[in-house]
């Protein structure tokens, strides 16, 4: 089973801000919520949680000024739940991020640095408070390579 990819190698950048999205009322879509929270912030690595609201971080995000910045977010790309995908957000579709009130696509265009999706793909975004177990073991997966800085921009 595929559990994760990267498309288009960019340069590791020096500065990565990790921005996590979604609705922890809605199961698996507030996996970049929990991601984000798990996430060690380091010389190298800054994180921001949103949750629902990224539109009134436009202008804070701006200003950390990252050299990439990474949405997390839950994605339907009809894969299996758990498995996910780091694009270019010039590769997301825009009907596929449909729980918020703008897509990413459309409010990365705000922003001054190159910006890339890490998309999980959910089990289902129902409402409850609980992931589902292939996506929270993926998630866990992501974390540990983040904070290890294990987790690759390219291959």
């Not at 990413?104 to 999980?120: A, D, R, T």
């Amino acid at each position: 089973m595929k559990t994760g990819s990267t498309h288009n190698p960019v340069p590791s950048p020096r500065r990565i801000l990790f921005v996590g999205i979604g609705n922890v009322l809605r199961q698996d879509d507030g996996v970049g919520v929990y991601i984000s929270k798990r996430i060690r912030e380091s010389d190298h690595t800054i994180v921001l949680t949103v949750e629902v609201s990224i539109e009134n971080y436009i202008g804070k995000i701006n200003h950390l000024n990252p050299d990439l910045l990474v949405l997390i977010d839950c994605m339907d790309f009809n894969r299996p739940p758990g498995t996910w995908s780091l694009l270019p957000v010039e590769q997301i579709r825009t009907h596929a991020l449909n729980t918020h009130h703008i897509s990413l696509k459309q409010v990365s265009e705000l922003f001054k640095m190159p910006v890339w999706v890490l998309g999980i793909q959910p089990r289902t975004t129902a409402f409850g408070e609980s992931m589902n177990p292939e996506v929270k073991h993926a998630a866990d997966r992501l974390v540990e390579a983040i904070n290890r800085n294990k987790f690759q921009f390219g291959e």
